[in-house]
């Protein structure tokens, strides 16, 4: 389809981004509430903040599991 868009000459706009160099060292707490006051793109905003909320980890080795753990900053 991209292909296709450009063949037309029309213009498609995209961007790429690391999420987890983005996020590694933020607490996720005060990226949410600083997207909430400076992202006017509601869509953008919603989808950052849910891509972050409640978000759980657990480590597994040689198939002990460990129990789940809340993560506040970092990428899972």
């Not at 980890?57 to 809340?70: C, F, M, N, P, S």
Request: proline letters at 3%; a positive charge; glycine letters at 2%.
């Amino acid at each position: 389809m991209v292909s296709e868009t450009m063949n037309r000459g029309c213009a498609i706009y995209m961007f790429y981004f690391d999420l987890e160099r983005s996020f590694d060292t933020i607490p996720h707490e005060r990226l949410v509430a600083k997207l909430k006051t400076a992202c006017n793109d509601c869509r953008i905003r919603n989808w950052i903040i849910n891509y972050l909320s409640k978000r759980k980890q657990r480590v597994v080795i040689t198939g002990e599991k460990l129990q789940w753990l809340d993560v506040y900053s970092d990428v899972p």
